[in-house]
């Protein structure tokens, strides 16, 4: 068994010298590594280049990809050898990788192109599976890119618009952690322009307290601890607050100074201890 890649192309020129084209295609055929040296030694020899090629078509191996490639663009020239390696090779990605994007993009070799990313080649023909997620995000194809990544940009009015139209909120919703960067002022906009509330309230409630509806939401939902920790008293239902029966309402009824609303809720140790002594006795009956 012959095992250095030289010794072999040794055997390989001494076969093409003394037997000629027919002897060493079989070999080749055989499992012989074809090298661009024996390709060379080939040429120098006067093979033409029929016969070189007739060598090529016969080889399961070769010893280099970007050597043969070279070297056969050399001999044949580009487009001649992008040919040759498509009617050979069928789809080699070792091979491949050296074609031109125009050269692909002619012979419709989609995948080599996803491959590099040849975005605006693959939307161009309409290859829009093969197509890099920020391929599809650029040229706003939202239903592909939602469908296979569903990742926002919460600076992307145009894609936030898309969402909203389609209702696809469960894709915003696996998304909001966004919110927790407070620079992403656009996608909280986006979130009140359309009224989600709960969505907000999840993650950013004290968002709520900055607006006149946020705060409707927040009382119709009795949220009113936000509300106390927005000190935003008058906003409080306190009689409803104190109803809950928890120590951190009584105590931000303490702090607004809500004595009323600790007589009529009965707290009268609260009251004793701030000397509100007309409502301490008011607040037994």
């Known amino acids: 068994m012959i095992d250095s890649l030289a010794d072999q192309e040794q055997l390989l020129l001494w076969a093409a010298e003394k037997y000629g084209v027919t002897v060493v295609s079989k070999m080749l055929a055989d499992g012989y590594i074809l090298t661009t040296n024996a390709l060379e030694t080939l ?8 016969q070189i090629l007739d060598c090529l078509k016969s080889c399961k191996y070769y010893y280099d990809a970007k050597l043969l490639f ?5 001999f044949i020239g580009q487009e001649k050898t992008e040919e040759f390696i498509i009617a050979k090779f069928d789809y080699d990605p070792d091979l491949f990788q050296y074609f031109s994007l125009e050269s692909l993009e002619k012979y419709e070799y989609w995948d080599e192109l ?17 197509m890099s997620p920020e391929g599809l995000y650029k040229h706003q194809l939202f239903d592909e890119y939602f469908k296979k990544y569903g990742h926002i940009n919460p600076e992307d009015n145009a894609a936030l618009d898309y969402l909203a139209e389609k209702g696809l909120w469960n894709i915003v919703q696996a998304n909001y952690n966004i919110l927790r960067n407070t620079t992403n002022q656009n996608l909280l906009d986006f979130l009140v322009k359309h009224k989600k509330f709960e969505m907000i309230a999840t993650q950013n409630v004290m968002y709520l307290t900055k607006f006149p509806e946020g705060i409707e939401y927040l009382q119709k939902n009795k949220r009113y601890y936000v509300l106390a920790e927005a000190k935003l008293w008058d906003k409080i239902d306190w009689d409803e607050y104190l109803q809950s029966g928890t120590i951190k309402p009584m105590r931000d009824a303490e702090t607004a100074q809500q004595w009323d609303e600790l007589m009529r809720g009965h707290r009268h140790l609260v009251l004793l201890k701030h000397f509100k002594l007309w409502r301490f006795v008011k607040s037994f009956f």
């Open 43 to 50: 040429f120098i020899g006067g093979y033409s280049s029929e």
């Open 70 to 74: 070279d070297w056969l663009c050399g």
């Open 114 to 130: 996803a491959r590099r990313e040849a975005d605006d080649i693959l939307f161009k023909h309409e290859q829009y599976d093969k």
